[in-house]
């Protein structure tokens, strides 16, 4: 314990700093991924833009659409999605339908659905990549991307607000996916997405500095890496020892954590249903 107060004390001299901790579910990312192609109105000129920017009614959609999409279902969509297959995915609409009309639903839930589904139906090219523009820089998505382009925005983002280039970026190469971490860096790690808080898709420029270098290294090479293991082990792990919260809430305090699951759905829908109530 105290070595971990010790270190926390060292960052914390004369440095800016943040924790920045993604942790996402990977089966749920297929629905969200659904809800993006099909329900966007953007390219489904059938769904209300209330239902895809409002991020209550969004967060719903993503909800139906998980209850709707077995595990089965959801490997075949992802494959489809990825591959830019609208004619696989069209067959998928009538058993996620069936489910949600099935279900304990309201009406206007349904009807959205049935809305959506039958003008994707009718107008498939609507839904490819050669027509949607935003998937374009996304045609290579995995849940793995979704966190490292997070990554990436965290460190533009303290970059701009601390008036700080990153100059180098440090990764362990002892994780197993270091080597999709290079190429999506090499790819997206000079984008900056503009989120206006307003829930529609965000606008993307480029960094106005140049890209940092990214070196792969053993953790036992670079003090760095050694303290965020720590870091990372101290926030993964529950204690009722005294000081072991004390070092918690230190730690809290420079989180800026990000979470996609159906968890967190479900916990933006009652919040906002308790602050319309």
């Not at 105290?2 to 996402?24: T, Y």
């Not at 490292?148 to 996916?177: C, G, R, V």
């Not at 420029?205 to 101290?234: C, H, P, R």
Request: proline share 5%; charged share 20%.
């Amino acid at each position: 314990m105290p070595l971990a107060h010790n270190l926390v004390d060292a960052i914390d001299v004369g440095n800016q700093w943040i924790f920045n901790i993604m942790q996402l579910h990977k089966p749920y990312i297929a629905p969200t991924k659904f809800v993006d192609l099909i329900f966007d109105p953007g390219e489904n000129r059938a769904v209300p833009g209330g239902w895809y920017w409002d991020e209550m009614h969004r967060h719903i959609l993503c909800l139906l659409v998980d209850d709707a999409m077995p595990a089965g279902l959801a490997k075949d969509f992802w494959d489809a999605y990825l591959k830019d297959d609208i004619g696989r995915i069209i067959l998928m609409l009538d058993a996620i339908q069936e489910l949600v009309v099935e279900g304990d639903y309201p009406d206007p839930f349904k009807r959205v659905f049935a809305a959506a589904f039958n003008f994707a139906r009718k107008n498939p090219d609507a839904f490819t990549m050669t027509s949607t523009q935003k998937r374009k820089g996304y045609q290579a998505h995995s849940p793995n991307l979704v966190a490292f382009t997070q990554l990436f925005q965290a460190i533009h983002e303290f970059a701009s607000n601390y008036d700080s280039p990153p100059q180098t970026l440090f990764h362990d190469k002892q994780d197993e996916f270091r080597s999709e971490l290079i190429n999506s860096y090499n790819t997206f790690g000079s984008v900056v997405l503009h989120d206006a808080g307003d829930g529609k898709w965000p606008e993307a420029s480029f960094v106005n500095y140049s890209l940092a270098k990214l070196e792969i290294m053993s953790s036992t090479e670079n003090m760095g890496l050694q303290a965020t293991d720590l870091l990372l082990w101290i926030h993964q792990r529950n204690s009722s020892n005294p000081d072991f919260l004390s070092l918690k809430q230190r730690l809290s305090e420079k989180e800026t954590p990000y979470y996609i699951g159906r968890g967190m759905s479900e916990l933006i829908v009652d919040l906002h249903m308790r602050n319309r109530s």
